[in-house]
């Protein structure tokens, strides 16, 4: 790991600040407001430790900088503990990059609606100056650290509507959760245990991860509907009325709130937690025990929910980030 001289520190307040934006994969959440704050005139570097090869060559560059961290990685996560994800890149932990960079400032913001900050990372928000919250829950963490409501980034407003490629002739869209698992047993085991999903014309839109192009090759090669994996799956679901989800991932909240019929697919071998308990206060939601039995639902056999999420506010999430910086003005 790339390491300072011990009582590091950044001196003269009046420094250009440095913005630094570090995650991975599907985990980050923060292009959209890299690019909208560089645009603005910050001085921006971004570290997407999915496709960087050697991020601790551009944090190494970082070192004497007047740094502000923006993050959306799990704050533990690091090369040792992100094993069950099969990956060669050099992961390195939000809390790692703190305390070798000493930045003047450092934000958080979730790249989970479903679990946005995790049991065992509550005890080190403080360790942050500034959650940028996406929804009015996580007000509960007011006591640990400033706390601002900006949104779901993903979901922004736009001068035209967006269209995430050719029209989904199904209307219908499934969202594996449980990527990595399929990952780990190969394609075909992921074909045959979905088959009757693909079969019934539903779409796949698979996360932002690792050998997505293999995976999305194999889908096209059979006829199945694949969105890109780099498409936002707001606009995914926008496109689309039904979406289908497992392994209790971000999707059936983000679906929901967006007042889309939505049918969690159950697999006992994904469902760490009781998804019904999980998902009790989120909306209405049905829950399929196969993908047979989900394959066979039509839309109307679905349960509707009310839209209630809100757009993303980037001008308030730089400004909040720019009140963390005495002296300065966001302009």
């Known amino acids: 790991m790339f390491q300072l001289k011990d009582g590091h520190k950044i001196k003269g307040k009046n420094r250009k600040h440095v913005f630094l934006f570090l995650g991975y994969g599907a985990e980050y959440s923060l292009h959209d407001l890299y690019v909208y704050m560089a645009a603005h005139g910050d001085k921006c570097v971004e570290i997407d430790m999915l496709v960087d090869p050697n991020p601790e060559s ?30 060669h890149r050099k992961v390195i932990s939000p809390l790692h990059v703190i305390s070798t960079l000493c930045p003047v400032a450092s934000v958080y913001y979730p790249h989970d609606l479903k679990d946005p900050i995790k049991a065992e990372e509550v005890p080190y928000l403080p360790v942050f100056d500034l959650l940028l919250s996406p929804k009015d829950s996580l007000q509960q963490y007011a006591g640990l650290i400033k706390t601002v409501n900006v949104g779901w980034i993903k979901r922004q407003r736009r001068q035209s509507a967006s269209s995430p490629e050719c029209p989904n ?24 245990h979905y088959a009757p999903l693909f079969n019934a014309g539903v779409a796949v839109k698979l996360p932002r991860w690792h ?13 199945i509907h694949t969105y890109s994996s780099e498409a936002n799956s ?26 889309k019929r939505v049918c969690y697919i159950q697999n006992a ?37 009310l839209s209630t999420m809100g757009y993303f506010d980037f001008k308030k999430a ?14």
């Open 269 to 305: 071998k994904l469902d760490y937690l009781d998804p019904r308990k999980q998902y009790a206060d989120v909306g209405r939601i049905h829950f399929a025990e196969s993908p047979l039995e989900a394959s066979r639902l039509t839309k109307d056999a679905l349960p509707s929910n």
């Open 234 to 259: 707001i606009d995914v679901m926008e496109a689309n009325d039904v979406i289908f989800t497992e392994a209790l991932s971000s999707v059936a909240v983000e679906a929901c709130a967006l007042g």
């Open 58 to 87: 551009t944090l190494k560059s970082l070192i004497g900088k007047s740094i502000v961290f923006i993050t959306s990685a799990h704050f533990l996560y690091d090369i040792i503990n992100f094993f069950f994800y099969r990956t």
């Open 211 to 223: 050998d997505n192009d293999v995976f999305e090759e194999a889908l096209r090669a059979c006829g």
């Open 318 to 331: 730089r400004n909040a980030i720019h009140e963390l910086l005495p002296g300065e003005e966001c302009r």
């Open 169 to 192: 002739a199904s209307r219908r869209v499934f969202f594996p959760g449980s990527y990595q698992f399929w990952l780990n047993r190969g394609i075909g085991s992921f074909l045959e």
